[in-house]
């Protein structure tokens, strides 16, 4: 939670515990006007309760005090009021100042070192909140609790006070919801019209799929509980409480070793390699990889950033920071997995720190902003540069594939003893924005939230000139323009002329310009690759695609167009780049975002998405061909449900050729990772990738 929550601005430990150090309020000021009644039994046993704290007056203090008790007859009769003397309130106005100030400093402690939104007079209340909430616990406003795992509806009138203490400890642990009345949460694939459906192999259904309660009407009333996870019957006048059986999970021993990797950071605050590529605090990065090498994870993944090794000149570059890393690795006898990453980070979701483009890259953008992704309104993004300029000359007599060779063989002749000794396991090439082979058409800066459709990228002079020879090509010349009613960053199919059923992009123009844009995407790929296969020849080159699974069940699938993906209802969008990745001997890396990984606040029936329907799309258009496939995680993941679910997609059993991904990469090194409950549970994940036997096979 401390890196996704903002920042709490104009606050200050000393402004918090001036705050917190205000008049305390007398308690007990208004003892006399209270109607409550105290019989002689309660006085004693306050007396004895402040008779057992410690005070300077000792047995007399006590006995002062006993003398101070008055016995006041009250208009009812049969009754006393106690009035506290002054000693007791003193102590009661000590106490409580002694309460807020170490509150105080909690508070601000807090602030300062975890990030946490705290306001200024926040109590243990916002505390505890904070801190539950950071657990994955979900926390209303009026102090109702419940795992935010628990995705089924919840009943109306059920708040915090109903857990009894037998149930007070499934709390502590998520758990399913039980099994009676429940269904899948998300349609199957068989579920898909066939105008939506692709020809694939789809696994069956998983236990650990995300549940959802399935209420009928009429019969016995059932209901979820959302701070146990289980069921609630009403029989009479009375419920009870059905709770959730543990489900058996599959069992993974003598199955195949799939290596897992972990990425290292690459945030502001934990970065491995600063701007000026010196390593930032090898000590503590050392004890974190002597941690991961104790659970037998086989090695890391880091970025190679253009923008740090030749940030100042052309082909001026320093490689100081990552050959200090690198040999730090190989005396852990890890292997290394090193992205070459052309692009920028910043900007983008998830995001905390910014590394732009080089220096001098950034010097011509400004003289000649048509090297950058254009959008049809004209907004720059440089984010990474565009593909019309992959055969153009602009970057100081150089073209983009150029540049992007002479930084790779660069890489391959610093470190050439690291190839030598098998230390270097994979090369991935940055092909676009965040690495990934797609265009960069949900800009978050350009103001694209989840789940609108994007824009088309292809709106730079150099792009548009190959656009305008295509249509010239193909005779007919008025189209050599982009779509003038797809709609902007954030729009639904339905609502662009474009996209919607029966819209443009199944027409004749539509076919036209979708198969050139998508053409781009394939030919970018063709030629950074030929180069790659030259810089690190003999060595295993892999390619990042992600799974822009939102609108997949719409018949235009918008989203993956606008990406540089061809997949509407009628076409594979994904085969043309597995026969290219083919072509060179190069593997895929394939990020899909996982259904448990996922914020509950995500509405897949509104964007009527399919992120599993896409992962096995385009897992099996790679298997066809015989390209081996890697995966990493999109979201994070801690917890079992999670971790299962990565399990059964990267060993599906019930594929007939038994095949399953060639690695792993788990995104990525953080202290939260490193907490003892997560990394109990990621040792426990990497035995069952390697093929180990593990004990308690349930979740």
């Not at 052309?314 to 690795?329: E, H, I, K």
């Not at 270097?424 to 800066?445: A, D, H, N, W, Y």
Request: proline share 5%; charged share 25%; hydrophobic share 35%.
């Amino acid at each position: 939670m401390a890196t996704d929550m903002q920042r709490l601005i104009g606050t200050s430990e000393e402004d918090d515990e001036d705050e917190m150090d205000m008049d305390v309020k007398e308690e007990g000021d208004g003892d006399d006007d209270e109607d409550g009644e105290k019989n002689a039994d309660a006085t004693s046993m306050m007396m004895g309760v402040d008779g057992g704290m410690a005070t300077s007056g000792g047995n007399n203090n006590r006995f002062q005090q006993h003398q101070q008790i008055q016995e006041v007859g009250t208009p009812g009769g049969g009754g006393a009021r106690r009035c506290r003397p002054v000693e007791e309130k003193e102590r009661t106005k000590l106490r409580e100042r002694q309460r807020r100030a170490i509150t105080a400093k909690i508070l601000a402690g807090l602030r300062r070192h975890g990030n946490y939104n705290l306001r200024v007079r926040a109590d243990i209340n916002d505390v505890i909140a904070a801190l539950a909430r950071e657990a994955g616990w979900v926390v209303l406003p009026d102090g109702t609790t419940y795992p935010s795992n628990n995705q089924g509806p919840r009943p109306a009138g059920v708040n915090s006070t109903a857990v009894t203490s037998s149930s007070s400890q499934m709390v502590s642990q998520p758990t399913p919801v039980s099994l009676k009345g429940v269904t899948s949460g998300y349609p199957s694939s068989v579920e898909h019209t066939a105008d939506h459906m692709k020809s694939v192999f789809m696994p069956g259904s998983s236990p650990y799929d995300l549940p959802a309660i399935n209420t009928a009407d009429g019969g016995d009333q059932t209901q979820s509980h959302p701070l146990i996870g289980g069921s609630m019957d009403d029989v009479g006048d009375k419920q009870i409480v059905d709770m959730p059986q543990k489900l058996p999970e599959r069992d993974f021993a003598n199955t195949a070793y799939i290596p897992v990797y972990v990425m290292l950071p690459v945030s502001s605050a934990l970065g491995v390699i600063n701007m000026n590529c010196e390593l930032v605090d090898p000590d503590g990065l050392l004890k974190q990889l002597r941690v991961l090498k104790s659970v037998n994870v086989d090695g890391v993944m880091v970025d190679c950033w253009w923008g740090i090794v030749e940030g100042h000149a052309p082909m001026d570059y320093n490689w100081n920071g990552y050959r200090r890393l690198f040999q730090m690795v190989r005396d852990l006898k890890l292997k290394l997995q090193v992205v070459m990453s052309f692009h920028e980070c910043g900007g983008n979701v998830g995001d905390d720190v910014c590394i732009t483009l080089p220096h001098w890259v950034a010097e011509i953008g400004r003289s000649n902003p048509d090297i950058f992704f254009t959008d049809r309104a004209g907004r720059r993004n440089p984010e990474c540069l565009s593909w019309g300029i992959d055969k153009e000359r602009v970057l100081r007599g150089r073209t983009a594939v150029e540049v992007y060779f002479d930084c790779m063989r660069s890489f391959r002749v610093e470190f050439d003893e690291f190839f030598q000794d098998d230390i270097i396991s994979m090369i991935q090439v940055g092909l676009g924005p965040c690495g990934e082979l797609r265009f960069p058409s949900c800009t978050v800066k350009h103001g694209w939230r989840y789940p609108g459709i994007g824009e088309f990228q292809c709106y730079d002079q150099y792009l548009l000139k190959s656009l305008r020879k295509a249509a010239e090509e193909r005779g007919h010349s008025f189209w050599g323009r982009g779509p003038d009613n797809a709609g902007s960053y954030n729009s639904r199919p339905h609502e662009s002329g474009f996209f919607c059923d029966g819209g443009d992009y199944d027409g004749y123009y539509g076919r036209f310009f979708l198969n050139w844009y998508s053409r781009v995407l394939v030919d970018h790929g063709d030629r950074v690759l030929s180069l790659a296969k030259l810089a690190f020849d003999g060595i295993s080159i892999a390619v990042k695609l992600s799974g822009i699974h939102w609108w997949y069940k719409t018949p235009s699938h918008a989203a993956e167009l606008t990406a540089g993906f061809y997949n509407s209802c009628n076409r594979d969008g994904y085969a043309a780049i597995m026969t290219m990745l083919k072509k060179h001997g190069v593997s895929l890396n394939l990020v899909c975002t996982q259904l448990p990984m996922l914020d509950e606040n995500i509405d897949f029936q509104e964007a009527l998405g399919d992120p599993e329907g896409l992962f096995w799309q385009v897992l099996n258009a790679a298997w066809d061909v015989c390209i081996p496939v890697s995966s990493e995680n999109a979201l994070l993941c801690h917890n079992r449900v999670g971790y299962n679910k990565i399990l059964d997609n990267s060993k599906p059993v019930t594929d007939p050729d038994g095949r399953h991904l060639s690695s792993f990469t788990y995104l990525r090194l953080s202290p939260i990772l490193m907490e003892r409950h997560n990394f109990m549970e990621f040792d426990r994940f990497v035995k069952r990738m390697h093929g180990e036997a593990v004990l308690d096979l349930q979740v």
